[in-house]
């Protein structure tokens, strides 16, 4: 099984909500990663975990949280966002080789 | 940090034909990952080949690590081959991957 499976696949909010975005995967791969990735652009780096510890932060601003509650399981919380935050966003695990990616989720922010 | 420049960016092909895309990065690599992603955005894995050649069907990938190059073969194109393919590669430990800007193919029919 190389599946790395993304809830919600779409979502829209406001610019003062509060939205979570979750990732699964059961390759037992021990990185996780979140990518971003807007309209006709290469997929960007945000954040990697490794071990479940937080081992890069692109620079990414705070309004946009991760959290690794397993070797699992991967979330990024979203609070005040801004409307040139919408974009798709790409779950990937991999055990320091080959990676793969969930279907992403498709933000929108109102 | 690394460069990945991906040439074409675009190509138009008739249903049939064959085409080479090719990927060109600025330092040597451990990883280097070819790509399909579909209209809803799925990053689907076409080959992990950091050096040599695979095959899988009508797909064909070559990497030449000493000259820092990797092609995508594809032959008898389909028009369900048409989407963006991206190449990726890591030089880190983290399997941090840095992408190309795409080559996006239309296969008409």
């Known amino acids: 099984d190389t599946e790395v499976t993304q809830t919600p696949k779409h979502l829209v909010m406001g610019m003062t909500n509060k939205k979570s975005l979750k990732c699964e995967q059961h390759?037992?791969?021990?990185?996780m990663y979140w990518y971003k990735q807007k309209a006709k652009k290469p997929p960007e780096l945000m954040f990697v975990?490794?071990?479940?510890?937080?081992?890069i932060n692109e620079s990414v601003p705070s309004r946009f949280s991760p959290e690794c509650p397993n070797s699992s399981l991967l979330n990024l919380h979203l609070h005040a966002l801004q409307p040139e935050d919408s974009a798709l966003y790409l779950c990937?695990?991999?055990?320091?080789?080959?990676?793969?990616f969930g279907q992403g989720t498709r933000l929108t922010v109102v | 940090g690394i460069q990945v420049e991906q040439s074409p960016p675009d190509l138009i092909l008739q249903e049939g034909a064959n085409s080479t895309l090719r990927c060109n990065f600025s330092?040597?690599?451990?990883?280097l990952q070819w790509f399909h992603q579909n209209p809803w955005g799925q990053l689907i894995n076409l080959f992990y080949?950091?050096?040599g050649t695979k095959q899988n069907g009508r797909l064909s990938a070559t990497t030449v690590a000493t000259e820092r190059y990797s092609l995508l073969y594809i032959s008898s194109s389909q028009t369900t081959d048409s989407g963006v393919y991206f190449c990726?590669?890591?030089?880190?430990?983290?399997?941090?991957?840095?992408f190309g800007q795409g080559t996006t193919l239309q296969v008409k029919p």
């Open positions: 990937a695990s991999s055990h320091y080789t080959e990676a793969f």
């Open positions: 330092d040597s690599v451990n990883n």
């Open positions: 990726a590669v890591s030089s880190s430990n983290t399997g941090k991957l840095i």
């Open positions: 975990y490794s071990y479940e510890k937080l081992s």
């Open positions: 080949i950091p050096s």
């Open positions: 390759m037992g791969h021990r990185a």
